[in-house]
């Protein structure tokens, strides 16, 4: 044999274990695609139904949310009501009612009944003079010492 033939086997042989590790990677990657079309498969029979439900699931929630904004305005109306009935009752009833109380209280002081005036008291009025009290003579006739 001659060196030419020598290297023509060593490049078949060579070129055999490429071939055949070549071959051996093909076969696994079509395993790899058969497992990704199932997988596939398997996830798009899950997801059609699941998709489904969520439709259902956002078409029920709209229809809450449509109930749940007529009765917000169902509400609004009542506010709106029940606030010019509040106007309507202060109106009507408000400034009569005042009148007819401030009557009654001037009554009563006029015929000597009533509480005294807001703010008056019926004790004498005491001043704070650097930390002491004095009554109300007392301070009468210290103003009538310093006037004298």
């Given at each position: 044999?001659?060196?030419?033939?020598?290297?023509?086997?060593?490049v078949?042989?060579?070129w055999?274990?490429?071939?055949?590790?070549?071959?051996?990677?093909?076969?696994?990657?079509?395993?790899?695609?058969?497992?990704?079309?199932?997988?596939?498969a398997?996830?798009?029979?899950?997801?059609?139904?699941?998709?489904?439900?969520?439709s259902?699931?956002?078409r029920?929630?709209?229809?809450?949310?449509?109930?749940?904004?007529?009765i917000?305005?169902?509400?609004?109306?009542?506010?709106?009501?029940a606030?010019?009935?509040?106007?309507?009752?202060?109106?009507?009833?408000?400034?009569p009612?005042?009148?007819?109380?401030a009557?009654?209280y001037?009554?009563?002081?006029?015929?000597?009944?009533?509480?005294?005036?807001?703010?008056?008291?019926?004790?004498?009025?005491r001043?704070?003079?650097?930390g002491?009290?004095?009554?109300?003579?007392?301070?009468?006739s210290?103003?009538?010492?310093k006037?004298?």
């Open positions: 044999m001659s060196g030419g033939e020598v290297a023509g086997i060593l078949a042989v060579f055999a274990i490429l071939v055949s590790f070549l071959a051996v990677a093909l076969a696994r990657l079509a395993q790899t695609l058969k497992a990704t079309t199932k997988l596939v398997d996830v798009t029979e899950q997801a059609v139904p699941l998709l489904a439900d969520a259902d699931a956002v029920s929630a709209q229809t809450q949310i449509d109930r749940v904004d007529a917000a305005s169902d509400v609004q109306e009542v506010t709106s009501n606030s010019a009935l509040s106007t309507t009752v202060a109106s009507t009833f408000g400034g009612l005042v009148k007819v109380a009557f009654g001037g009554v009563r002081r006029a015929l000597g009944r009533g509480d005294a005036a807001p703010g008056a008291s019926r004790e004498p009025r001043t704070v003079i650097v002491r009290t004095l009554p109300a003579e007392g301070r009468a210290r103003t009538k010492r006037r004298d």
